[in-house]
């Protein structure tokens, strides 16, 4: 009886192996979207990538729930394959379709004949070819603030206006604030994650004024020419993150700091009819931090390669500038001199004006007749915007 109980047994299990899959079948399960459209994603995270959008009124076939997740199929036309993703229950209502066993065979026959014809079926995660690293050339024009370079060009200037404006001569044209600067960077971002990464990268940072204007006397005119000039090279690491918004873009955002290398010149010369002249040159250079952040936008332009512009905000106020002053004219008559870049203001004709020169003294003086006021370091500040584009290279 032992071994007939036994063997009944066996039968019986193996007819429920044998029927309970066809019976799940049987049951067809599905679920509708319920949104304008909702995002099918590689797994079951509000923040994985995004594998497909969907439309109000389809449905897709779910195989399973996981939390508040939907596990479901779907054909990826653009790639000719078929993945599983998982879509939030709250974009969709659940439907319930009964069939005949027949009716559901000859279904899933024919849908797995269909994908099996176009391409094998895969996961969305094995056939993305994951980035690893990016590198990222961008440049663009950018703002500065660049307030002691105006404000000591300005006291510049306006004290000379002042000194002619006796009856008959003056400085024709004005002077324009030094503010266009060109920015160009470029950066080797290495992803820890699929949407994270860390980046390093360097630039240039070039800008360039030249005023030129007319100094007019009684025997004629001459060239005034005031030229400010800022060189900079940042070295730059930061963070970079990528917001999926639909197929193939994304927008980004980074945020760093970096070590600023920089170097200000600035020159002015002023000539007469007769052809007398004088002319000072200044060069001064220094380094210090400046913090930088970015919001952009990316499209890929296919698998290796991606568009971006982006709109990007920085803090970099450098001061310690050290460097050497001459002074020259037609005579002969010429003066060399070290120390640091100050700013400072001083009473000239019963007015005040502002400097920003190389002093060799801690207590600089224009004229050598007044003492300065309000003495401190200068600063060549680069903070500011600017608006890039470039490109991006992805392995």
Do not use: C
Request: glycine share 10%; no cysteine.
């Amino acid at each position: 009886m032992r071994g007939k109980n036994r063997i009944d047994f066996v039968v019986l299990v193996t007819i429920f192996i044998s029927i309970f899959p066809v019976f799940i079948l049987a049951q067809q399960q599905k679920v509708r979207i319920t949104q304008d459209t909702a995002a099918v994603r590689a797994k079951p995270d509000i923040e994985s990538q995004v594998i497909i959008m969907k439309e109000k009124g389809e449905e897709l076939e779910y195989l399973d729930k996981i939390n508040e997740w939907y596990k479901v199929s779907v054909f990826l036309e653009d790639k000719g394959v078929g993945t599983i993703g998982y879509i939030h229950s709250s974009l969709v209502s659940v439907e319930e379709k009964k069939s005949s066993i027949r009716e559901k065979k000859e279904e899933r026959i024919s849908k797995k004949d269909k994908l099996e014809q176009e391409k094998p079926a895969v996961y969305f995660e094995k056939s993305r070819k994951r980035t690893w690293v990016g590198l990222k050339f961008i440049g663009g024009a950018s703002y500065i603030l660049a307030e002691d370079i105006n404000e000591g060009t300005k006291g510049f200037d306006s004290i000379w206006r002042h000194e002619f404006s006796f009856p008959g001569a003056g400085i024709e044209g004005e002077l324009t604030p030094f503010h266009i600067i060109y920015d160009f960077e470029g950066d080797i971002i290495f992803y820890i994650f699929p949407n994270i990464g860390l980046g390093f990268g360097s630039g240039y940072i070039f800008g360039h004024q030249n005023n030129e204007m007319r100094l007019t006397l009684p025997s004629g005119e001459g060239p005034w020419v005031i030229k400010p000039e800022v060189r900079a090279v940042p070295i730059r690491a930061g963070l970079y993150f990528l917001i999926p918004i639909g197929k193939g873009s994304h927008f980004t955002l980074d945020a760093g700091a970096g070590w600023y290398l920089v170097d200000y010149s600035w020159y002015w010369r002023g000539e007469n009819a007769s052809g007398y002249w004088m002319e000072m040159d200044q060069e001064a250079s220094a380094q210090n931090i400046g913090y930088h952040a970015g919001l952009g936008f990316e499209i890929e332009l296919g698998s290796h390669f991606a568009f971006l512009i982006e709109g990007r905000a920085r803090y970099a106020e450098i001061s310690g500038f050290e460097g050497t002053f001459k002074y020259e004219d037609r005579d002969g008559d010429s003066d060399t001199e070290e120390g640091k870049l100050y700013y400072w203001r001083e009473p000239v004709f019963a007015e005040k004006f502002t400097f920003v020169f190389i002093s060799e003294s801690e207590t600089p003086s224009f004229t050598g007749l007044s003492s300065a006021e309000y003495v401190r370091d200068a600063v060549v500040d680069l903070s500011g915007f600017s608006i890039q584009a470039g490109l991006k290279i992805k392995f």
